[in-house]
């Protein structure tokens, strides 16, 4: 059967729900009806895309909330395939709003990047003059690892904002950091499925953490205290593996990670020979102190693996990634992957976005970007205490464009309720529980993403969210 017969969704182009959101429940709802099989290929964006007459930036939007969800996962050079739903999954609503709900009025989990902001046509500009450069030139052969002008400009960029020592030759770029692990594992030649474990923050990023689950590996999860990671924990265990962290800004708690801990994890890594996935997604905006220098900064022995990407400092349509090899695994690069690998990311966004960045645009945006969001921090924090007061606790560190709200009169049996209440009443919110491993909080935990809001409208959401699960003090 054609694949594309499978997905013939009734889409409203001028419904209340956005097109992207309508692709996604109607995926969602043939995955959990098993419509969609364990395994079932799903069509490249491109090709469903042409197919229902979408834009591919709706289709991608789309897949890439499934991958979030953990429905359907993305396989370098095969596409997209269904996973197995587990039975806590079916039919169950959690975080995911139903068509029969109101429409969306404030959006606080997708909308962590502040779009009006975004230089439009400034990017536009380089578009049209890049491409009007380029000419017809058919003969350019591509770097596996990015374009050298692109690299040497994120050299430059890592060292002034992250204290980062490599070269433009350690730099590999690619479309999202799932791809750039898949190539990391052909490096690190992990032992067979089932045999190897990576150490992994609890709460901690699920996209990531699912690929691994995906590829066999065993989870370790470490727990996550105020100053990051708990190196008391990570004592416990002495087998060679990975380690992944997000120190800068841990996800979801936001925790950044004291220098001395920096410095122990480091030993740590050193005496048992594990290699550090450094996840340093959202470190640009600090507010209330200064940034700590990348944990890569401190490697003396070639184990922390550096990831990070624009698509929170500019936006998430903005697909590169990257990451800094370590100079034994960049020989092993260059002996194995490189011979085949290709970065994903067309040659004219290369050239896009080494001009914007070249020319000083991406320095300006983010020092004004980091003003606004400044403003919108304290302004939902202020928002924060003075309507929901002694009810709430705030997981917060002055820096990022989320924080966490944890309501302490409500227990935690009662997070899957709050959330459906918040998504009937027009809120998009969503738990901490998606990011749980085996750590269970004694409160509902919330994120909110405040970034992409309008000053105007974070008292609108914070009344409403306040009115909808009947916070009184």
């Given at each position: 059967?054609?694949?594309?017969?499978?997905?013939?969704?009734?889409?409203?182009?001028?419904?209340?729900?956005?097109?992207?959101?309508?692709?996604?429940?109607?995926?969602?709802?043939?995955?959990?009806?098993?419509?969609?099989?364990?395994?079932?290929?799903?069509?490249?964006?491109?090709?469903?895309?042409?197919?229902?007459?979408?834009?591919?930036?709706?289709?991608?939007?789309?897949?890439?909330?499934?991958?979030?969800e953990?429905?359907?996962?993305?396989?370098?050079?095969?596409?997209?395939?269904?996973?197995?739903?587990?039975?806590?999954?079916k039919?169950?609503?959690?975080?995911?709003?139903?068509?029969?709900?109101?429409?969306?009025?404030?959006?606080?989990?997708?909308?962590?990047?502040d779009?009006?902001?975004?230089p439009?046509?400034?990017?536009?500009?380089?578009?049209?003059?890049?491409?009007?450069?380029?000419?017809?030139?058919?003969?350019?052969?591509?770097?596996p690892?990015?374009?050298?002008?692109l690299?040497?400009e994120?050299?430059?960029?890592?060292?002034?904002?992250?204290?980062?020592?490599?070269?433009?030759?350690?730099?590999?770029?690619?479309?999202?950091?799932?791809?750039?692990?898949?190539?990391?594992?052909?490096?690190?030649?992990?032992?067979?499925?089932?045999?190897?474990?990576v150490?992994?923050?609890?709460?901690?990023?699920?996209?990531?953490?699912?690929?691994?689950?995906?590829?066999?590996?065993?989870?370790?999860?470490?727990?996550?205290?105020?100053?990051?990671?708990?190196?008391?924990?990570?004592?416990?265990?002495?087998?060679?593996?990975?380690?992944?962290?997000?120190?800068?800004?841990?996800?979801?708690?936001?925790?950044?990670?004291?220098?001395?801990?920096?410095?122990?994890l480091?030993?740590?890594?050193e005496?048992?020979?594990?290699?550090?996935?450094?996840?340093?997604?959202?470190?640009?905006?600090?507010?209330?102190?200064?940034?700590?220098?990348?944990?890569?900064?401190?490697?003396?022995?070639?184990?922390?693996?550096?990831?990070?990407?624009?698509?929170?400092?500019?936006?998430?349509?903005?697909?590169?990634?990257?990451?800094v090899?370590?100079?034994?695994?960049?020989?092993?690069?260059?002996?194995?992957?490189?011979?085949?690998?290709?970065?994903?990311?067309?040659?004219?966004?290369?050239?896009?976005?080494?001009?914007?960045?070249s020319?000083?645009?991406?320095?300006?945006?983010?020092?004004?970007?980091?003003m606004?969001?400044?403003?919108?921090?304290?302004?939902?924090?202020?928002?924060?205490?003075?309507?929901?007061?002694?009810?709430?606790?705030?997981?917060?560190?002055?820096?990022?464009?989320?924080?966490?709200l944890?309501?302490?009169?409500?227990?935690?049996?009662?997070?899957?309720?709050?959330?459906?209440?918040?998504?009937?009443?027009?809120?998009?919110?969503?738990?901490?529980?998606?990011?749980?491993?085996?750590?269970?909080?004694e409160?509902p935990?919330?994120?909110?993403?405040?970034?992409g809001?309008?000053?105007?409208?974070?008292?609108?959401?914070?009344?409403?969210?306040?009115?909808?699960?009947?916070?009184?003090?």
């Amino acid at each position: 059967m054609n694949k594309l017969s499978l997905l013939t969704p009734n889409l409203q182009k001028y419904g209340d729900h956005p097109l992207y959101l309508q692709l996604f429940l109607f995926i969602k709802n043939e995955i959990e009806t098993e419509k969609l099989l364990e395994d079932t290929r799903l069509p490249s964006i491109r090709n469903l895309a042409d197919y229902l007459c979408l834009s591919r930036n709706t289709v991608d939007l789309a897949y890439q909330l499934l991958i979030q969800e953990d429905f359907i996962r993305s396989v370098k050079g095969s596409g997209f395939f269904v996973n197995k739903v587990h039975e806590h999954k079916k039919f169950s609503q959690g975080s995911i709003p139903s068509l029969n709900n109101p429409p969306i009025r404030y959006d606080l989990y997708h909308k962590a990047v502040d779009y009006n902001e975004f230089p439009y046509t400034t990017w536009n500009q380089i578009a049209k003059t890049n491409s009007l450069l380029s000419g017809s030139d058919d003969t350019h052969v591509m770097d596996p690892k990015g374009e050298i002008y692109l690299r040497k400009e994120i050299v430059k960029y890592l060292y002034s904002t992250r204290g980062l020592h490599c070269t433009p030759d350690q730099i590999v770029i690619g479309t999202s950091s799932t791809q750039l692990l898949q190539i990391l594992l052909t490096l690190t030649n992990p032992m067979p499925h089932g045999d190897t474990v990576v150490y992994f923050e609890d709460p901690g990023y699920d996209v990531v953490r699912n690929f691994f689950i995906h590829q066999g590996f065993e989870i370790k999860p470490i727990r996550i205290e105020a100053d990051g990671l708990c190196i008391e924990d990570l004592k416990k265990h002495q087998s060679n593996a990975f380690l992944y962290t997000s120190p800068s800004q841990q996800v979801p708690l936001g925790s950044i990670m004291s220098l001395s801990k920096r410095q122990a994890l480091m030993k740590w890594a050193e005496q048992n020979q594990v290699y550090v996935i450094e996840d340093d997604y959202d470190c640009t905006f600090i507010y209330e102190h200064s940034p700590i220098p990348a944990l890569q900064s401190f490697d003396q022995n070639e184990k922390v693996i550096y990831f990070g990407g624009f698509f929170r400092i500019l936006c998430p349509e903005i697909l590169c990634s990257y990451m800094v090899l370590p100079p034994h695994l960049l020989i092993k690069y260059n002996l194995t992957v490189a011979t085949y690998s290709m970065p994903g990311i067309s040659i004219h966004l290369q050239k896009q976005l080494y001009t914007f960045m070249s020319e000083g645009n991406l320095y300006k945006h983010t020092k004004k970007m980091k003003m606004i969001y400044q403003q919108k921090h304290k302004r939902i924090n202020k928002l924060i205490e003075q309507h929901f007061g002694p009810a709430v606790n705030v997981i917060d560190t002055g820096a990022g464009t989320h924080l966490i709200l944890e309501l302490l009169t409500k227990g935690i049996e009662e997070e899957d309720e709050l959330v459906r209440l918040a998504i009937s009443s027009g809120i998009y919110i969503i738990s901490t529980k998606k990011y749980r491993y085996r750590y269970i909080p004694e409160n509902p935990q919330f994120l909110l993403h405040y970034g992409g809001l309008q000053m105007e409208e974070l008292e609108g959401a914070i009344v409403l969210l306040k009115n909808v699960w009947s916070i009184e003090y």
